[in-house]
């Protein structure tokens, strides 16, 4: 069987310069054979993606080997079986590593990509019929993944992301779960009013619908109440209750695959502005044992990197948290695919941010503050690179069974149309 994924390249993510990507944190180094490394770098496809490279800590110099700096999206490997270059893309880091070497990827900018679908005088559908599966970044999230859709299995259904952005309606989602389901705590949300001129701001922030990366949110403090942020056409904006912990604590990211927890990075705010400190957990603490912490003065390692304790405290610890991520998961996958009456893609791979915050009985919970889907899920890989090649080879035979079962599902031959 031998797959093919057409990759459109989100240009938000590419880069004029070099420096602009340094100090980003969906951006990396890694060192590749000189050969390969120049056939990178000469790519036209992947410019503004690709760029030379420096060694640093995690990435020792090696004879015969070039560091290129490259976007977390755009990673490429060989097969062993010499079949050329295997880009590896859209977060998921050498998804298409030598025990996937049946799959290929081809990249499209999305400028040609949209130019096949907008031309009268091309056939798009002949043109992307000859693909397995199509990938995309935000570009795609609205008709051309409908159009498309037809003809070809593209991930993620755009039904799903499409609601995804509102996500207000996953808030609501994450409540009743947590409420009906769980017995945890969650801050309020509403959508923000324009029109009650006496509310109050304080211990609220503002975050807007269809955005990432903290690109709009607005924390206490900084909410002008007579110049309140416009809404982007169907995104809304939300005010949330503030929860000082997610300052204070940081946030628990954990990849999933096949509904199972993979790994876990802990991140917390650093000593500088926007500056974020990310660790790979290797234990943690219980909820019971980080009420105790929080009340006596501690340092983000006290809970980052706890000291001490025996092998069966930090497992049931680590029990607990993931146990907590799997119950939720399972509860939204089941309200989402209820609602879309098609299957998820959080059953192939998702990242949840949890953190902790005070129920009403003053002891810590653990809530859900973002799920991260598709092609927009950040790994931290700056960290450390080698964090995602598991998860690359879980992936990699997840999507595989999805391309095999959608295609069959859609009526359309395995082996694509050439």
Not at 18 to 25: A, F, K, L, N, T
């Amino acid at each position: 069987m031998s797959y093919r994924v057409l990759v459109v390249l989100d240009p938000q993510f590419s880069h004029a310069l070099v420096r602009d990507s340094y100090g980003c944190i969906d951006w990396v180094t890694h060192d590749y054979p000189a050969l390969l490394a120049a056939e990178l770098l000469d790519s036209p496809t992947l410019r503004g993606f690709v760029f030379p490279g420096e060694s640093g800590n995690l990435i020792a110099h090696r004879p015969g080997f070039v560091p290129v700096r490259l976007h977390e999206k755009v990673w490429v490997s060989k097969t062993a079986v010499g079949s050329g270059l295997i880009p590896v893309t859209h977060k998921l880091l050498f998804w298409l590593r030598i025990l996937h070497k049946g799959m290929t990827v081809e990249f499209m900018k999305f400028e040609k990509f949209r130019d096949i679908l907008i031309s009268p005088n091309l056939d798009f559908k002949k043109t992307f019929q000859q693909y397995h599966s199509i990938c995309g970044g935000l570009d795609l999230m609205v008709d051309p993944r409908q159009m498309l859709e037809s003809i070809v299995p593209v991930w993620p259904p755009s039904r799903e992301i499409l609601r995804a952005s509102i996500k207000f309606n996953v808030i609501v989602n994450l409540d009743q779960i947590a409420t009906r389901m769980v017995n945890s705590p969650r801050p309020r949300t509403t959508l923000l009013s324009r029109n009650n001129v006496s509310q109050s701001f304080e211990g609220w922030i503002l975050k807007r619908e269809g955005s990432d990366c903290n690109r709009h949110v607005l924390l206490p403090g900084k909410v002008d109440p007579l110049n309140l942020p416009p809404d982007c056409g169907h995104f809304r904006w939300l005010k949330q209750s503030y929860v000082p912990t997610l300052r204070k604590l940081g946030e628990w990211r954990i990849i999933l695959v096949d509904c199972l927890p993979l790994w876990v990075v802990h991140t917390a705010p650093g000593n500088r502005e926007e500056e974020l400190v990310f660790l790979h957990r290797d234990a943690g603490l219980s909820l019971a044992e980080m009420t105790l912490r929080v009340r006596e003065p501690y340092i983000f390692d006290d809970i980052m990197d706890p000291v001490g304790g025996t092998l069966s405290e930090r497992r049931q610890a680590d029990q607990e948290l993931e146990s907590f991520a799997t119950t939720v998961l399972s509860q939204l996958i089941e309200v989402e695919e209820d609602l879309l009456g098609v299957p998820s893609s959080l059953r192939l791979m998702v990242r949840l941010d949890i953190g902790v915050m005070h129920g009403p009985d003053g002891r810590l919970g653990y809530f859900i503050n973002e799920v991260e889907r598709g092609v927009g899920i950040g790994l931290f890989s700056a960290g450390n690179p080698r964090w995602t090649l598991r998860l690359a080879d879980e992936f990699g035979c997840s999507f595989s069974k999805w391309m095999t079962k959608t295609c069959l599902a859609m009526g359309r031959p395995i082996e694509p149309v050439t």
